[in-house]
C-alpha cells in the first residue's frame, strides 16, 4: 500500500488548493477522487464570478463577508502571483488584469442592475443601494499596492455622502441604476490546470475514479480505505464539499441553482446581475465569449421549482438579448454548511475533526485563495512560500481536470 504524508480527499477546488499548497512545500501527497476528472462536481457547475465583495455590501453583515472576500483577492495577489497565467496586476487605485496567454482571469466586470424604480420598493431598499453604490466605488478605489483590503475598516462609512446618494439614486430617470462593479470572472480551467501541473511536478499522485469509503487510525497515522486503492497517510484533509457533513458535526442546507447555457447574446453584453428588493427578480448573466452567456438568478429548497422559473429568467433576458437561444439548461447544486459552535456560515471553514484530519470547505471558489495559506498556515504555524517554480498547463497533467459544465454544453452544439 503507497503511503504519503498527506491524502486530499476531494479534487474541488477546496481539494486542489490544498494539494497545490502541500506540494509546494515538499509534502508527498495524494489527491483522491471519485470522479473520472478533477473538480467534476460544484467547481465543475459554477458561474466562474470573481467575487471582490461588491455583491456583500448589500448584506448587512458588518462587513464580514466583504472583508473575507477582499482578503482572498490579496491572498491571490501574495501567494499566487508565481504563475505566469496569473494575470492580475495591482495598482494604487483598484486592480488591473492583464491580457496574457492562459490566464486565469477576464477582464469581464460584472455589471450591477439596481432596480430603482418600483412603487413598492421601500426606502430603505434605495438607502441599501446608496451604501453599496458607496461601498463599492471605495472597492475600485482600493490601493492595492498596499494591500490589506480585508482590513477595509467599515466605520469609515460616510452617511451624508450616502444619503446625497439616494438622493440621486431617487432623481434617476431609468427603471435601473448601472453600476460597473471590480468583480471580474475566471478562466477557471486555465487556473486549476496550472496548479494540477505544478503539484503532479512537484511530486503529487493522484488518484481517480477511487470513492473514499472511511479513514481508521493506526499506529502510524491513518488508513485510508477506497473503492479501487487504498493509501496509508500521516494527514487526512477532506475536501468533500457537501459529502463532508457524513463526517463532522454540520448541518448543510441544499438549494438548487437552474441555469442555462445560451448563445446568440449580443457583443454588446455585459455580465451584470439585476438586483431587486424581490430576490426572485435578481437575474443574471455571465458572458462567456464567442455570443455564449450562463444566465441565472436565485436558488431554491424545492428543486420542482427550478423549471417554471428559468422560463421566467429566459424571458427576462430576451429584453436584453431577442435573439437569444438556449443551449442546455442544468441545475447546480448549492451545499451551505453551519458548523455548530463556528458564527461563521457562507464563509470558509476549515476544521480539525480530530488529530491530523482537517475538514476544508470554501463556501466559495473565490475564497479558495486564503484557504490553503491559511491552512498550511494552521499546521506548520508558519506561510508558504511566494515564490517558486511553476509549471503552465501541459495537456498531459492539465487534462485530468474536467471542462466547465457550460463549455461541454456549449461545444456539444456546435
Ligand atoms: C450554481 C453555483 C454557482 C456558483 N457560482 C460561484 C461563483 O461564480 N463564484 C464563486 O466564487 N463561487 C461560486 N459558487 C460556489 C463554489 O462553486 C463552491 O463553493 C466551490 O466550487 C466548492 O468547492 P469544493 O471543493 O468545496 O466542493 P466541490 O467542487 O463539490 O468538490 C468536492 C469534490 O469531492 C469529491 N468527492 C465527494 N465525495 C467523495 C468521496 N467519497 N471520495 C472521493 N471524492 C469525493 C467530489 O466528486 C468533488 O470533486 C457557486 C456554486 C453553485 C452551486
Not at 106 to 131: C, E, M, Q, S
Not at 178 to 200: H, Q, Y
Not at 293 to 313: H, Q, R, T
Amino acid at each position: 500500500m503507497k503511503e504519503f504524508e498527506w491524502a486530499v480527499i476531494g479534487s474541488g477546488i477546496a481539494g486542489i488548493v490544498s494539494a497545490e499548497i502541500l506540494t509546494r512545500e515538499g509534502h508527498s501527497t495524494v489527491l483522491i477522487e471519485k470522479n473520472e476528472k478533477l473538480a467534476s462536481e460544484t467547481t465543475r457547475d459554477f458561474h466562474e464570478w470573481m467575487h471582490t465583495g461588491s455583491l456583500y455590501t448589500l448584506i448587512p453583515d458588518n462587513l464580514i463577508t466583504l472583508k473575507f472576500i477582499l482578503g482572498a483577492v490579496d491572498d491571490i495577489l501574495e501567494y499566487y502571483s508565481s504563475y505566469q497565467g496569473m494575470n492580475l496586476i495591482p495598482t494604487e487605485s483598484g486592480i488591473k488584469i492583464e491580457t496574457v496567454q492562459n490566464g486565469w482571469f477576464a477582464d469581464n466586470r460584472i455589471h450591477f442592475k439596481y432596480r430603482i424604480k418600483d412603487r413598492k420598493i421601500t426606502f430603505p431598499w434605495l438607502i441599501g443601494v446608496a451604501r453599496s453604490v458607496y461601498l463599492i466605488e471605495k472597492i475600485k478605489q482600493h490601493d492595492w499596492l498596499r494591500r490589506r483590503a480585508g482590513v477595509l475598516d467599515p466605520y469609515k462609512l460616510n452617511y451624508q455622502e450616502i444619503f446625497k446618494l439616494t438622493n440621486t439614486l431617487i432623481k434617476h430617470k431609468q427603471d435601473y441604476f448601472d453600476l460597473e462593479t471590480p468583480d471580474f470572472t475566471t478562466i477557471s480551467r486555465n487556473l486549476l490546470r496550472d496548479l494540477i501541473t505544478t503539484s503532479i511536478k512537484y511530486g503529487l499522485h493522484v488518484s481517480l475514479s477511487n470513492e473514499f469509503l472511511k479513514y481508521k487510525k493506526n499506529d502510524d497515522g491513518y488508513l485510508i480505505h477506497c473503492s479501487k486503492e487504498s493509501f496509508k497517510a500521516k494527514n487526512i484533509v477532506l475536501g468533500l464539499g457537501a459529502n463532508i457533513s457524513g463526517f463532522i458535526e454540520a448541518d448543510v442546507k441544499t438549494s438548487f441553482a437552474p441555469l442555462a447555457v445560451v448563445s446568440n447574446i449580443s457583443k454588446e453584453t455585459n455580465s451584470f446581475t439585476e438586483l431587486d428588493y424581490y430576490p426572485k427578480n435578481c437575474i443574471n448573466i455571465i458572458t462567456k465569449g464567442n455570443n455564449i452567456g450562463l444566465i441565472g438568478g436565485i436558488s431554491f429548497s424545492d428543486k420542482n421549482k427550478c423549471d417554471s422559473y428559468m422560463d421566467e429568467v429566459i424571458k427576462k433576458h430576451k429584453k436584453y438579448n431577442p435573439d437569444l437561444q438556449v443551449l442546455n439548461r442544468y441545475i447546480g447544486v448549492k451545499s451551505e454548511i453551519t458548523v455548530k459552535n463556528q458564527p461563521r456560515n457562507y464563509l470558509y471553514h476549515i476544521i480539525e475533526i480530530e488529530s491530523n484530519v482537517w475538514g476544508i470547505i470554501p463556501g466559495k471558489f473565490t475564497l479558495g485563495f486564503s484557504i490553503a495559506p491559511e491552512f498550511y498556515r494552521r499546521i506548520y504555524k508558519k506561510n508558504p512560500r511566494k515564490s517558486f517554480k511553476t509549471f503552465s498547463n501541459d495537456g498531459k497533467y492539465g487534462d485530468l481536470v474536467s471542462n466547465t459544465a457550460w463549455y461541454d454544453m456549449s461545444r456539444n452544439q456546435k
